[in-house]
């Protein structure tokens, strides 16, 4: 049985099919890397019911949804109730039915395993393109489990993550990138007791428009988008930035990166309310370092829930001021929601990024900042700014990740979203505080509270503080 037949014959039950396969948050994190816009275009190829171009048409795009089965089209037309804004094509991924450059996002979700050409699909995707458009694919690793071949009628056992990034950068894509979804497909075998779970990868790739998109710019959408379900997902409590590919927590000085408690001291975490505590995705407790005074001007860098905010907002007590900054929209929905409950004034909460601070001259008494400035790209605009916002004489306390040595990694968005990759060497990093113009920088390795050796080419959690000159 082809494909196409499989499709057409299992049409009717397909959404319930589909729905035992894999869950909403692997479309929702899709539609956050492509940075979804309402009034674009997008493609959906191999729409199957709808799944794909639902979540598109609740966030304000207008769909061309495309597939080989005209009864899947015809299921999602009755479905969906057949909305405006939805335009349904027969066609194959390897011979889309749409003009060159006619879209602003293409989507194909659990597809590419069931074309025959990969890689001459993935080309077809990226033609209809415009430049600047992005392409999503999420899709199954490579697996063994023989009945989802025969049975489900997959052509491909999944896929190596390495082939699927060359075939993005062989369309013209730039800015090709794979990682995890953190997401699994599962399924069982109608003649066996067999059960399969494959992990999902999110491939994504942008159209070189004529300036072109600059790498710091497809960090920045990974990390948004990364921290952004988090924000969403009723499960933050157990998410951390040290958070890794195998789900296990990371290396962070020995504290388990997910632990509010073992950061803080208890007298700190009094009274805040749970939904604050739970998001806190730090590695350390840069309010405590900070010694913050009654009266001081306190900026957070990547504020993310507002627990550091909430903390210092009582230490600097109502003369005092302090201001989180975060790029992640769904962050800072989280942390302006909590204030308001929690009924605090002296805490504010603006969107921008660490790079190129919303904060004015000379204005800050303390900054602080807690496992945020290893996911910037650019950290010497991180302390550039820093230091441009910083009063005279004021001061930064961080705690982050950074290197003992150089990391064998190559630079995938997963890992850097985890605060891996983008950890840089503890000399780097210092050497570029110093060269922003901090001085007094001290550095202190949080392995040596517990008496974990310290070797060579490893990851570790520090508390650093420096000075602005006065």
């Known amino acids: 049985m082809s494909s196409k037949s499989y499709f057409d014959q299992v049409a009717a039950q397909w959404d319930d099919m589909r729905q035992g396969f894999f869950s909403p948050s692997v479309r929702e994190r899709a539609l956050d890397m492509a940075q979804v ?39 999602m037309r009755q479905r969906l109730n057949d909305p405006a804004g939805v335009e349904y094509r027969a066609g194959e991924a390897e011979r889309l039915p749409l003009e060159d ?10 597809y590419l395993h ?8 993935i080309a077809e995707m990226a033609r209809i393109l415009k430049p600047g458009g992005r392409l999503v694919i999420t899709d199954l690793d490579a697996h063994t489990f023989e009945f989802l071949l025969t049975e489900h009628h997959d052509r491909w056992p999944g896929f190596q993550r390495d082939d699927v990034r060359g075939w993005l950068a062989e369309a ?23 059960q399969a779970s494959v992990s999902i990868f999110l ?21 948004q988008a990364h921290y952004g379900a988090i924000a969403r997902s009723a499960s933050s409590g157990v998410s951390s930035c040290c958070k890794v590919d195998n789900g296990q927590p990371s290396d962070c000085g020995g504290a388990v990166c997910c632990d509010t408690a073992s950061f803080y001291d208890a007298s700190l975490l009094a009274d805040l309310p749970a939904d604050v505590t739970n998001l806190s995705l730090g590695c350390g407790d840069p309010v405590t370092i900070a010694s913050l005074q009654p009266g001081e001007v306190v900026l957070d860098l990547g504020s993310g829930g507002g627990i550091d905010c909430f903390m210092a907002a009582r230490q600097v007590g109502p003369s005092g001021h302090v201001i989180g900054v975060d790029m992640t929209p769904d962050m800072l929905d989280k942390a302006n929601a909590a204030k308001a409950r929690m009924g605090v004034t002296n805490v504010e909460f603006r969107a921008g990024q660490i790079e190129a601070l919303p904060v004015e001259d000379n204005s800050i008494d303390v900054i602080m900042s807690n496992c945020v400035i290893n996911l910037s790209p650019d950290k010497a605009a991180v302390f550039r700014e820093s230091f441009r916002v910083l009063k005279p004489g004021g001061r930064i306390a961080i705690s982050d990740i950074v290197t003992q040595g150089g990391l064998p990694m190559a630079p995938d968005l997963q890992s850097w979203a985890a605060c891996v990759a983008g950890a840089i060497d503890v000399n780097d990093y210092t050497g570029l505080m110093r060269a922003a113009g901090f001085e007094q920088i001290e550095v202190v390795d949080k392995r040596a509270d517990n008496g974990t050796s310290i070797t060579p080419a ?13």
Not at 49 to 54: D, I, M, S
Not at 173 to 192: E, H, K, P, R, Y
Request: charged fraction near 15%.
């Open 458 to 470: 490893s990851i570790f959690s520090a508390r650093i503080v420096a000075h602005k000159p006065a």
């Open 37 to 75: 816009q309402p009034g674009q275009v997008a493609a959906d190829i191999g729409a199957g019911t709808g799944f794909v171009t639902e979540g598109l048409i609740a966030r304000g795009l207008h769909v061309i949804a495309v597939d080989q089965s005209a009864a899947m089209l015809d299921e």
């Open 172 to 194: 013209g894509l730039s800015n090709a990138a794979v990682f995890d979804t953190t997401d699994t497909c599962c399924a069982n075998s109608a003649c066996n007791t067999q």
């Open 101 to 110: 450059e006619s879209v602003d996002y293409v989507f194909a979700n659990m």
């Open 114 to 121: 069931h074309v025959e050409r990969p890689a001459q699909a």
């Open 203 to 223: 491939a994504i790739g942008t159209k070189t428009s004529a300036a072109g998109e600059q790498p710091e710019n497809v960090i920045h959408r990974a990390v």
